[in-house]
Nanobody, 116 residues
Framework: QVQLVESGGGLVQPGGSLRLSCAAS????????MNWYRQAPGKERDLVAA????????NYADSVKGRFTISRDNAKNTVYLQMNSLKPEDTAVYYC?????????WGQGTQVTVSS
């Protein structure tokens, strides 16, 4: 069955870094655009970053540009989110999503907490 499993979340101090991973199985990963979303308590789920199937094009929310980097390894069926210079406002549950046309698969999320 289709699975997207995020990992790498945790508690980090402001200014710190984390690297999230999302391991995919059960579908042809290289055919899917991959995205990272996040949802803070009481807020909507927002798109953070996206990457095309071959990794050639990436897009970022303005709030994370210059601090976050999305990448993928199609040989490992994994997408990553490197997060640097973390701020308290980055605190949220982070989700990965695979999208092919109208078909979308979501992971279960990983908590990122930025606090001193």
């Amino acid at each position: 069955q289709v699975q997207l499993v995020e990992s790498g979340g945790g508690l980090v101090q402001p200014g710190g870094s984390l690297r999230l991973s999302c391991a995919a199985s059960g579908f042809t990963f290289s055919n899917y655009v991959m995205n990272w979303y996040r949802q803070a308590p009481g807020k909507e789920r927002d798109l953070v970053a996206a990457i095309t199937r071959d990794g050639g094009i990436t897009n970022y929310a303005d709030s994370v540009k210059g601090r976050f980097t999305i990448s993928r390894d199609n040989a490992k069926n994994t997408v990553y989110l490197q997060m640097n210079s973390l701020k308290p406002e980055d605190t949220a549950v982070y989700y990965c999503k695979g999208q092919l046309g109208l078909r979308a698969y979501w992971g279960q999320g990983t908590q990122v907490t930025v606090s001193s």
